[in-house]
């Protein structure tokens, strides 16, 4: 379902069947959930809570479960920086007999890893886990984790087909992985009319709710680093010491001289971000080409006129083939190019940076 990207296969969607099979094959824990859920900035906040946790002593195992993966599927599931084994896997599977096997094969690429994490960390006795929601809320199986806690991160338009097509719309799909087990609320949006719904649903479920004030001119690395530590200040009343953190395939330098930087954004307002971003870490980053990789069901459309926009892109490398999405904007900056030229692009002097997609991720890391 999650590969698929195909909005029909949602319509009828529940958390039942899910349901059923996560009270039979999973184990409970006491550990202390933290949902994060938003459009933009999930993964990054939860790797950054994750360093935070760590690095200041909050507990001895900490387990992270993010999607999608960069290179491996094993990188989903974590505890501290240590990835899942595939042993894991095979042992809970050659545990379960024919029928049970069955049943289990029913379940989503998502809903099967999601029950994967809550057993592993409760086989590996984790006192914090972190879930990054994937898609939507109200029906997005870590819902069933019953976090204590949600982390809400920025609301944009993505995934319109199946969250709704606006951003009050998204919002309220995304604020449906409450559940009557969560206690406390962390959010940053000021603008109404999205304020005004988070309000209501800290009244309905009456909730402890925390509001982070925008900090401007930060980089959305530092600015997620600054919320992470604002939440972690006030669910363990101790002060929170914070570092420089680099997240794989956000805001990366994978090459220095010339500069070769690759950011998962994969929508408009993240694009936009990126861009104020770089304008504020990277000062010599002030001419450089793109490389632009976007799924089918990714609004490309808006993301070119953005780039196209930009005085310091001097060209487009726009990835085209039967898994990119090939809309396009009349621009003189634009080139089209298959996967199998990547590798001349950067054989260029020029700075580069790679954006739209986490799936060539991998194939970047061993041509650069």
Aim: glycine share 4%; charged share 30%.
């Amino acid at each position: 379902m999650e590969k698929s990207r195909d909005k029909n296969r949602f319509l009828n969607y529940t958390l039942d069947y899910f349901k059923v099979l996560l009270d039979k094959f999973s184990t409970s824990s006491k550990a202390l959930n933290i949902s994060i859920v938003g459009t933009n900035g999930k993964g990054s906040t939860t790797e950054i809570l994750k360093e935070l946790i760590l690095k200041n002593n909050l507990t001895e195992l900490v387990g992270t479960y993010t999607s999608p993966h960069l290179i491996s599927e094993f990188e989903r599931i974590k505890i501290n920086h240590k990835n899942i084994s595939k042993k894991f896997f095979e042992d809970f599977l050659n545990s379960k007999n024919f029928n049970e096997i069955e049943t289990l094969k029913k379940l989503s690429y998502f809903e099967f890893f999601t029950l994967i994490a809550k057993n592993y960390f409760s086989e590996n006795q984790t006192e914090i886990n972190l879930y990054e929601a994937g898609l939507g809320g109200r029906l997005d199986a870590t819902k069933l984790m019953n976090s204590e806690i949600i982390v809400l991160t920025k609301i944009g338009l993505d995934h319109k087909e199946i969250l709704g097509d606006t951003k009050e719309k998204i919002l309220i799909e995304k604020l449906g992985i409450i559940t009557k087990n969560t206690k406390k609320i962390f959010y940053f949006e000021k603008d109404f009319p999205l304020k005004k719904i988070i309000e209501e649903k800290i009244l309905e479920f009456n909730l402890e709710s925390y509001f982070f004030e925008t900090i401007e001119k930060l980089d959305y690395i530092s600015f997620n680093t600054e919320y992470a530590k604002f939440i972690l200040e006030n669910l363990f009343n101790k002060k929170i010491e914070t570092k420089k953190i680099q997240i794989s395939g956000r805001m990366e330098i994978l090459k220095n001289n010339p500069l070769v930087i690759y950011d998962v954004s994969h929508n408009p307002e993240g694009v936009s971000e990126l861009l104020r971003s770089l304008k504020l870490s990277f000062l010599s980053f002030n001419s450089f080409d793109v490389v632009l990789a976007v799924l089918k069901d990714k609004n490309v459309f808006s993301i070119l006129e953005i780039l196209n926009n930009d005085s310091r892109i001097k060209k487009i490398y726009q990835i085209i083939g039967e898994t990119w999405n090939e809309e396009n904007i009349s621009s003189k900056k634009i080139n089209y190019i298959s996967e199998k030229d990547l590798e001349k692009i950067f054989q260029s002097n020029e700075n580069i940076l790679i954006l739209g997609s986490f799936r060539i991720y991998e194939k970047v890391k061993k041509i650069v």
